[in-house]
């Protein structure tokens, strides 16, 4: 399943070389009908390989991940997460609970 025919938008943090693995590593992102998804993604390619093969390798990676989840709770969102944790650590929540 490519990008295009998934309708979503991808976009990678921190692509990386892991020597360890023996390949590249990233975060990928995934936005889909207004909601934001979060991947770890890894692919297998030596250290001197063309970025735009990794960064399209990487991608489509990320997809497949996003693909194979049998519905959408086994899918990463984080950015809802992220955004209720900050909202709770917030001074003004805080003191609206202590009061």
């Not at 943090?13 to 360890?20: F, K, S």
Request: charged share 20%.
């Amino acid at each position: 399943m490519t990008i295009k025919e998934m309708d979503v938008a991808v976009t990678l943090e921190q692509a990386v070389y892991n020597p360890e693995t023996g390949g590249f590593q990233a975060t990928a992102r995934i936005r889909e009908g207004g909601a934001a998804f979060t991947y770890r993604v890894t692919l297998p390619a030596a250290p001197h390989a063309e970025f735009a093969n990794v960064t399209t390798g990487l991608k489509a990676r990320a997809v497949a991940q996003h693909a194979e989840a049998r519905d959408r709770t086994q899918r990463m969102l984080r950015d809802t997460l992220r955004a209720v944790t900050r909202r709770a650590n917030s001074p003004t929540l805080g003191a609206f609970l202590a009061a």
